[in-house]
C-alpha cells in the first residue's frame, strides 16, 4: 500500500513539472503583459524600468528558472494586477468555488442516484426509458444554455430565486461561506443545479448500468428466497454494489467541477476561482494563471488519493489486497 | 399429511427463439420431513422447479400451470407480498454456488439479520442472537466473531455453511436446495450432506434436494423423481428406484456413476446429449437417445404410470415387470 503511495505520489509530481512548463510557456507566448498593465502614453522609459521590475527583460528561460526556483520555495509568484501574491489571491476566491462544487456534487448525487436505481430497476418499463432519455438531455445541452434558461424560468419569470452574485457570506472556520446562511444558499442553488446537471445524468447513467446487472446477481435473488422486502433490496444490495463506480467518477467529475466552473461561475457572475481564472487569462496575469493550473494538477491529485481511500472502505476486498502487500 | 404438493406444475420460457417448456407438467408432493431428491442433467428442468416453487423465476420465464399447494394454499393466487413473507420464513432456499450467494460488500451480521427481521419484528440483538446459534448449528467454529466477518473471508464450504445456517434461520418447513454440493469439494460434501441430514432430521424439515448427482441423493433421500426434459419419467422410494431402475435413463443415470468393484469395467454412457429444449421431439424426449426405443415412442409421449403402489413412471418399455399396478 505505502509503495503504491509513493508511486502514486511520484507520478503527481513528474505532472506537476510537465504543467508548470507547458503553462508557463504558454502564456509566455501569448503575449508581453507590459502592454496591458501600463498606460498607452507611458515614456520608452518608463517601461523599460516596468519591464526590468517584473523582469521581463531577461530571456524566457532565465524568467522560467526563477519562477522554478521561487515555486520550490512555496512562491509562485505576485499577481501583476492585484499586487498580492497568486496563491493568497486564488485562496481567497476558492471557498465560493469549493462550497459551489460541494453542492453541485450532492445535487448530482441526489437526483442521479435515485433516478438511476429506478431506472434500472424499471429498465423494461416506460419509466425506465422516460429517465434515460430525460437523461441525454441532461449531458448534451450546453452548461452555458442550461444556466441562461435556469435565470430565464426561476429568476426572470418566476421570480422565485435570484440570478447572479453570491448573497450573505458567513464565517466559518476562517472562509466566507454562503451556504451556510438562508439567504446564501438562496444564490447558489441556481448555479449549482447548472454545475450538476450533467454529473447528475452521468450519475444516473451510471447507477442505471449498475443496478441492472446487480439485480441479474445471485445474492439479489438469495435476498429475495430470504423474503427481504424489495425496497431493502434496492438500498442495501444494490446501493452499496454500485456506488464503487460511481464514486470514482464523481471523484474525478468533483475535480473538473471544482476546477472547470469557469462557464458557470461566468454565467451566474459567480465572484469563484473560474471567474478569477478567465479575468486572469484576459489581463495576461502569468503568476495567476500559472498557480491556478498547478493547484488544480494538486486537487486532482489529492482527490484520486481520496477515492482510493473511499473505495477500501465501500469494498472490504479492496481492503485486504491492501493489508496484504 | 403432504407439507407440499405440486400438481401438473408448467413453467415456460417465452425467448426469441419460441417457448422453452422448461417444466412441463411436473407433480410430486412432500410430507412433513420429508427428503425428495430432484434427479437430473442440466437443463432437465430442476432448478427451474425449484424456483417455481418459490416463485423466483426470472423473465422471460413464467409459470403458465399447474398448482403449487403448501400446507394448503395455492402459492400461484398468493400476492407479492404474501409470498414474501413466506419465503425465507415457511420456505427456504439454498443456491448452487455459494461464492455468488452472499453479498460480498455486506458482512455476515447484516445479511443474516435481515434474514430474521424480514419475518418476525424482533431487536437486532434477538435476530443477531438466531444468526449465532443458527451459525453454531452448521458446525462454524467461533460464530460470534464470525458474525462480523465478509463472504470473501470464508471458504466455499463455509459460506455454502453461513446459506444453510441462513435457510435454518426461521425454521422454515420445507427447504428447497439447489445443488448446493456441486461447487464443493468431496470432503465438504459429504460433511454438508451429513450435517445437512441431520438437521432436516431433527427439525422436521421437508427438504428438496435437487441434484445431477444419483450418488449424493442415493444416501440422503427419501423419495426420488428424475427429471429428463421438463417432465419428471420415473419416481419412487430411493431403494427401489436405486436397485431396480425402470426407466432407461434412470439407468443410464446409475451406469454413468463410477463405483466400488467396478474396476476394469467400462462405464455405460447414455449416446447423446441432453435435448435442445425449445425442439423437443413429438413423442418420447428421450427417444433419440433411448436403447428400447420403438415407433410408439417416436410418435407419442407416454403417460404417467403408477405401478408397485409407490412408484411411477413415463415409458412404454419399462426395465421391470409392472406388476401390482395400483
Not at chain 1, 502614453?41 to 524600468?49: G, H, K, L, R, S
Not at chain 2, 398448482?67 to 402459492?75: A, C, E, S, T, V
Not at chain 2, 420403438?294 to 412404454?316: M, N, Y
Request: hydrophobic letters at 50%; proline letters at 5%; aromatic letters at 8%.
Amino acid at each position: 500500500m505505502l509503495v503504491f503511495l509513493l508511486r502514486r505520489l511520484a507520478q503527481s509530481v513528474f505532472v506537476l513539472i510537465a504543467m508548470m512548463i507547458v503553462v508557463f510557456f504558454g502564456v509566455y507566448m501569448i503575449g508581453n503583459p507590459i502592454d496591458i498593465l501600463i498606460s498607452p502614453d507611458a515614456t520608452p522609459a518608463e517601461i523599460a524600468e516596468t519591464m526590468t521590475r517584473f523582469g521581463f527583460d531577461e530571456p524566457a528561460y532565465m524568467q522560467f528558472l526563477k519562477f522554478v526556483g521561487n515555486a520550490l520555495q512555496g512562491d509562485l509568484g505576485r499577481s501583476f494586477v492585484h499586487g498580492e501574491s497568486a496563491v493568497t489571491l486564488i485562496l481567497s476566491y476558492m471557498p465560493a468555488t469549493l462550497e459551489l462544487a460541494a453542492l453541485g456534487l450532492f445535487f448530482s448525487v441526489a437526483i442521479g442516484v435515485p433516478l438511476g436505481v429506478y431506472a434500472g430497476y424499471k429498465a423494461d418499463r416506460w419509466q425506465g426509458r422516460a429517465i434515460m432519455t430525460g437523461s441525454i438531455f441532461g449531458f448534451s445541452l450546453p452548461n452555458f444554455w442550461v444556466g441562461m434558461l435556469l435565470i430565464l424560468i426561476f429568476a426572470v419569470e418566476l421570480r422565485w430565486l435570484p440570478s447572479t452574485g453570491r448573497g450573505e457570506t458567513v464565517e466559518v472556520l476562517g472562509m466566507r461561506l454562503s451556504i451556510f446562511s438562508e439567504n446564501g444558499l438562496k444564490y447558489m442553488i441556481l448555479p449549482a443545479l447548472t454545475l450538476a446537471l450533467y454529473k447528475a445524468s452521468l450519475v444516473t447513467r451510471l447507477a442505471r448500468a449498475g443496478t441492472q446487472e446487480a439485480l441479474m446477481q445471485d445474492y439479489v435473488k438469495f435476498a429475495r428466497a430470504k423474503g427481504v422486502s424489495e425496497t431493502r433490496i434496492l438500498l442495501v444490495h444494490v446501493l452499496k454494489n454500485i456506488m464503487i463506480p460511481i464514486i470514482t467518477v464523481l471523484g474525478l467529475e468533483l475535480g473538473s467541477m471544482i476546477a472547470f466552473a469557469v462557464v458557470t461561475e461566468t454565467v451566474f457572475a459567480w465572484p469563484g476561482m473560474g471567474k478569477l481564472l478567465i479575468d486572469s487569462i484576459l489581463t495576461l496575469d502569468r503568476p495567476v494563471i500559472v498557480a491556478y493550473l498547478m493547484m488544480t494538477v494538486i486537487i486532482f491529485i489529492f482527490i484520486n488519493f481520496t477515492v482510493d481511500v473511499i473505495y477500501t472502505l465501500l469494498d472490504p476486498r479492496v481492503r485486504v489486497k491492501g493489508e496484504a502487500s | 399429511m403432504s407439507i407440499l404438493d405440486v400438481r401438473d406444475l408448467q413453467t415456460h420460457f417465452f425467448t426469441d427463439a419460441g417457448v422453452v417448456k422448461a417444466v412441463d407438467g411436473v407433480s410430486f408432493s412432500l410430507s412433513a420431513g420429508e427428503v425428495l431428491g430432484l434427479v437430473g442433467e442440466s437443463g432437465s428442468g430442476k432448478s427451474v422447479t425449484g424456483f417455481s416453487i418459490l416463485r423466483l423465476v426470472d423473465a422471460p420465464g413464467r409459470v403458465v400451470g399447474g398448482q403449487i399447494n403448501f400446507k394448503g394454499q395455492d402459492l400461484a393466487k398468493l400476492s407479492d407480498r404474501e409470498m414474501r413473507a413466506l419465503r425465507g420464513n415457511r420456505i427456504a432456499m439454498i443456491f448452487q454456488d455459494p461464492m455468488m450467494t452472499l453479498n460480498p460488500v455486506l458482512r455476515i451480521e447484516t445479511q443474516m439479520v435481515e434474514a430474521v427481521r424480514a419475518h418476525d419484528r424482533v431487536s437486532h440483538k434477538a435476530a443477531r442472537d438466531r444468526a449465532i446459534s443458527a451459525l453454531a448449528k452448521v458446525g462454524i467454529p467461533s460464530p460470534t466473531e464470525r458474525l462480523a466477518a465478509y463472504p470473501h473471508q470464508f471458504s466455499g464450504g463455509m459460506r455454502q455453511r453461513v446459506a444453510i445456517a441462513i435457510a435454518l434461520l426461521n425454521g422454515p418447513d420445507l427447504i428447497v436446495a439447489d445443488e448446493p454440493t456441486t461447487a464443493l469439494d468431496v470432503t465438504i460434501q459429504s460433511q454438508i450432506l451429513a450435517e445437512v441430514q441431520q438437521l432436516a432430521r431433527e427439525t422436521g424439515t421437508a427438504l428438496i434436494w435437487i441434484t445431477h448427482d444419483l450418488a449424493v441423493v442415493a444416501g440422503l433421500a427419501d423419495n426420488i423423481s428424475v427429471m429428463y426434459a421438463g417432465r419428471i419419467v420415473e419416481s419412487g422410494p430411493t431403494d427401489a428406484v436405486l436397485t431396480a431402475p425402470a426407466h432407461p435413463y434412470t439407468q443410464g443415470l446409475l451406469g454413468s456413476i463410477p463405483g466400488h468393484g467396478r474396476r476394469g469395467e467400462r462405464l455405460t454412457q447414455i449416446p447423446g446429449m441432453a435435448p435442445n429444449m425449445a425442439r423437443l421431439p413429438d413423442g418420447c424426449a428421450f427417444a433419440p437417445r433411448c436403447a428400447r426405443v420403438s415407433d410408439t415412442c417416436r410418435s407419442s409421449a407416454p403417460e404417467i404410470t403408477t405401478f408397485d403402489g409407490r412408484r411411477s413412471l413415463r415409458c412404454f418399455h419399462p426395465l421391470v415387470p409392472m406388476t401390482s399396478s395400483a
